[in-house]
């Protein structure tokens, strides 16, 4: 008898360790026939709470270059006038030191380097432009007409 018992008594033993009682409830299923409920609309607006709007990028990027950048831009747009190509290359190099994100600065020196019969660096220059463009259309057809000019000239 008392077998019996001990028997029973760990039968309940383990049943009980076996059974959770933290059940949850399988999550509700939504009929996909039924149309959801349409959001509240927005709370109505004061006459004297200023009108909000979400961010809209600007359709074609402005880029406004230090005037310390302007000055090396026009001093190296000089050099090149009169023929010095390295000077002009090396100018602007000093003025991609302060501006590294300025793409018409890249655009310049591409057309440095191809006016220096450096093809492979030029079309590497404006394609790093054009990396840096965004949305600037004659930026980017100027970088375009100089690798297609740095690849002619690779290919005589």
């Known amino acids: 008898m008392r077998l019996t018992w001990l028997l029973l008594f760990s039968l309940v033993l383990i049943q ?45 990027p ?42 018409h600065l890249w655009n310049r020196l591409a057309q440095v380097r191809l006016d220096q019969g450096d093809y492979a660096q030029a079309g590497s220059l404006a394609a790093k432009s054009n990396a840096l463009a965004g949305d600037a259309p004659d930026l980017r057809r100027d970088n375009a007409r100089i690798m297609a000019a740095a690849d002619r000239a690779r290919r005589r």
Not at 17 to 38: F, G, I, M, N, Q
Not at 62 to 82: G, H, N, T, Y
């Open 16 to 60: 009980g360790c076996s059974v959770t009682a933290d059940r949850t409830a399988p999550a509700p299923v939504r009929d996909a026939a039924k149309p959801r409920p349409a959001p509240p609309p927005p709370p109505a607006r004061k006459a004297d709470e200023p009108e909000v709007y979400a961010y809209r990028a600007p359709a074609e």
């Open 62 to 103: 402005v880029f406004k270059p230090a005037r310390p950048v302007l000055a090396l831009v026009e001093k190296a747009e000089d050099q090149r006038s009169i023929g010095d190509l390295a000077g002009a290359a090396v100018t602007l190099e000093r003025a991609l030191r302060i501006e590294r994100r300025n793409p």
